[in-house]
């Protein structure tokens, strides 16, 4: 289930994280998308595949796939538990913040 589409530039691009949080074996290191912590080779992490969807004003065209984002374990199981409540997550604010807005609007 993707988390949100972001329209930008005549696309529309597509969040698809993963179901479970995983070990990250990259060599290069990565920030997390939330939080901005860095991830290192062996650290737990959530992958999050991207697509950007070309949008001619009437249909999609063909989906081509960007760089994976990867969120920290901690980020990530936030996103998996709201993901669970069927959340509707803001990519653009971090877990912690759509984790308040979630409790906020639960009330
Ligand atoms: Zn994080």
């Known amino acids: 289930m993707p988390i949100d589409g972001i329209a930008g530039d005549g ?10 949080i995983t070990v990250y074996k990259r060599k290069t290191r990565k920030s997390c998308c939330s ?3 860095y991830l290192a080779k062996g650290d737990l992490c959530l992958a999050i595949k991207r697509f950007k ?6 249909s ?3 989906d081509h796939q960007l760089m994976d984002w990867f969120m920290c374990a901690e ?14 997550i ?4 971090t877990m912690t913040e759509n984790r308040t807005n979630y409790l906020e609007n639960k009330l």
């Not at 696309?11 to 479970?20: G, S």
């Open 11 to 20: 696309a529309v691009i597509f969040l698809d994280p993963d179901k479970r």
């Open 35 to 37: 939080c901005a912590v």
């Open 53 to 58: 969807f070309l949008f001619d004003g009437n």
């Open 60 to 62: 999609y065209g063909d």
């Open 75 to 88: 980020c990530g199981k936030i996103c998996l538990d709201l993901m669970e409540e069927h959340f509707n």
């Open 90 to 93: 803001n990519i653009e604010k």
